[in-house]
């Protein structure tokens, strides 16, 4: 990857008109380090924060959603622009990697979990209809199984609305290859296996919470038995009979049930409002 290094405010706002003139109605921001943004040639030149605020000022673009940021990178100055924002949504991801502070510490880590906690009571006080997304390891090296339920518990207690879960799998050339105390594979995936469960309790907890509200679904071009998709801002996948007229468009939907279909959870809308 080698060194941090980004593209200009004004360059990146620039894109964002032209997409919005194709008719594209949603952006993600994406990077391998979203909040280390403004870093040319070893020098910090702009801000993340900047550049969220320019974006915010381009007409067109219906929507804009952070991807994967930091915890120690995610201010509050960010997370209140997005509360108060028209265009940004109420939807982070925000890696933790390990609820543990001894594993975080060995992975180098530039936070600990109180901070991670910190900034999951943040975003809920201001936006309590805010989906978080969450990045975990299982299996680095030197996780005992007490480091492990530490994490596993930490994340049960914690106001968040999926897991990304990844196991660890070594490297050529980095520390944590020769690192000592390596895990069992079978661990790895028993481990795996529990957070994936986890994962899919906290998504039907926090698409049950969702049930009965009123949201605006940004619908895709995708058809399977009958059916289309979209998202809502706080990203609750939601489906609806197909009609090729709501593809791209963005209509207001009463949310009603939870559709049984498939492993993924999504939403069911029974009526288009606005339509």
Do not use: W
């Not at 008719?23 to 040639?41: A, P, Q, W």
């Not at 009979?241 to 963005?250: G, S, T």
């Not at 209509?251 to 606005?274: C, F, N, R, Y």
């Amino acid at each position: 990857r080698g060194a941090s290094r980004s593209d200009t405010i004004e360059s990146a706002v620039q894109q964002a008109r032209e997409i919005a003139a194709s008719g594209v109605k949603e952006i993600v921001l994406t990077g391998v380090n979203l909040g280390d943004f403004g870093i040319r040639n070893g020098k910090r030149e702009d801000r993340f924060f900047d550049l969220v605020k320019a974006l915010d000022e381009v007409e067109g673009i219906e929507r804009i959603r952070i991807s994967s940021i930091e915890p120690n990178l995610l201010s509050d100055d960010i997370i209140e622009f997005v509360a108060a924002s028209k265009r940004f949504v109420p939807h982070f991801h925000i890696p933790l990697q390990s609820g543990n502070n001894k594993i975080l510490g060995l992975m180098r880590r530039r936070y600990r979990r109180e901070l991670y906690a910190e900034r999951v009571a943040k975003i809920k006080e201001l936006m309590p209809d805010c989906c978080i997304g969450v990045d975990v390891i299982v299996g680095f090296p030197g996780e005992t199984r007490e480091d492990f339920l530490d994490t596993y518990q930490f994340l049960n207690d914690l106001d968040i609305s999926y897991l990304h879960v990844f196991t660890y799998s070594e490297r050529e050339n980095t520390p944590a290859a020769e690192m000592a105390g390596t895990v069992p594979g079978s661990t790895r995936a028993e481990r795996s296996k529990m957070l994936h469960i986890l994962s899919d309790k906290k998504r039907r907890a926090f698409y049950e919470s969702q049930l009965g509200k009123t949201d605006k679904v940004l619908f895709e071009g995708d058809i399977k038995d009958g059916l289309m998709h979209g998202f809502t801002r706080n990203y609750v996948k939601v489906c609806a009979k197909y009609d090729p007229v709501l593809v791209n468009e963005i209509k207001t939907v009463q949310l009603t049930a939870i559709s049984p279909d498939g492993d993924v959870e999504i939403m069911e809308s029974e009526e288009i409002l606005s339509h």
